[in-house]
């Protein structure tokens, strides 16, 4: 299939000395981020600024989604030094809104459950007034481990949606549609700020995007990104169209009328983006 020609408004720049010391704080510490190992195209912007969105539970992922860049593998055992490190390099970053992901460790027992609640609990040890936002994976639809991260109460629990329902099987590798609808519902049950986001761009239909949409707010979910999915390598999933930006802005209207709360659209827009705008 030919690739699309990526047009200009997704030309991106990185570089700065915020930059360079976000990323000396990020390596010295032994971190992984999303921003580097998914290609985030607001890298730039982010850790020009001094955020970055941390992942935990290592950079090795046991699912293949064909979307994502993360390596995908046999993880390495966890870091028990790891909710440390995070903790601490929020505190050198001085960040007010801290966001951590995570890959999917449906290797443990637990499927990292624990990790997630010992990683929240000594970020707020370390920087009580650090607001903190998580971007879970779905643990297989068992909802005692997603109660079990909710009763850390993060400020912002956020699970993707990723596409339509249609296109889920494709896009990814063992997550469900009904699945994460049921890990969001459960989160907003919880009485938390329950957060989703979706990629466009490939092959869905708007028809296709509102229909998320009224699936997410029937589980009360309030907070939405959407943004254009970006191919990482010849390996991933291609590119089937690039939205415009005026596009972006209606699907924003159009979900702002739906009743969520806060939404971010547009094309460089991804889980963690302006991500303290949604408190």
């Not at 290592?58 to 966890?78: A, E, M, Q, V």
């Not at 907070?223 to 972006?248: A, C, N, W």
């Not at 969520?260 to 889980?271: A, I, K, T, W």
Request: glycine share 8%; proline share 5%; aromatic share 4%.
């Amino acid at each position: 299939m030919e690739r699309i020609k990526k047009p200009d408004w997704l030309k991106i720049k990185i570089g700065g000395e915020r930059y360079s010391d976000t990323q000396g704080i990020v390596d010295s510490h032994g971190l992984h981020t999303i921003c580097s190992s998914g290609k985030c195209p607001n890298i730039g912007e982010c850790w020009g600024r001094g955020t970055a969105t941390f992942m935990i539970g290592g950079d090795i992922c046991t699912r293949s989604c064909k979307f994502c860049n993360t390596k995908t593998g046999r993880p390495l055992p966890l870091n028990s030094n790891e909710p440390a490190n995070i903790a601490n390099s929020i505190q050198l970053m001085g960040l007010k809104h801290a966001v951590i992901t995570s890959v999917d460790r449906d290797d443990l027992p637990d499927l990292g459950a624990q990790h997630w609640v010992d990683t929240i609990n000594k970020i707020r040890e370390v920087n009580p007034s650090t607001t903190i936002e998580v971007l879970v994976p779905d643990f297989q639809g068992k909802l005692d481990l997603v109660d079990l991260v909710c009763n850390a109460q993060p400020d912002v629990i956020s699970h993707n949606i990723e596409t339509v329902r249609r296109l889920t099987p494709e896009v990814r590798s063992a997550a469900k549609y009904d699945v994460s609808l049921t890990v969001l519902k459960r989160i907003a049950e919880n009485g938390l700020k329950a957060k989703s986001g979706l990629m466009v761009g490939l092959g869905e239909t708007v028809d296709e995007i509102i229909q998320v949409m009224d699936d997410l707010r029937a589980v009360n979910c309030s907070v939405l990104t959407i943004g254009q999915y970006l191919q990482p390598t010849r390996k991933h999933l291609p590119v089937k169209s690039y939205m415009h930006p005026d596009e972006f802005k209606r699907l924003k209207d159009i979900a702002i009328e739906k009743g969520f709360n806060h939404v971010e659209s547009g094309p460089l827009v991804r889980s963690s983006y302006h991500a303290e705008n949604c408190l």
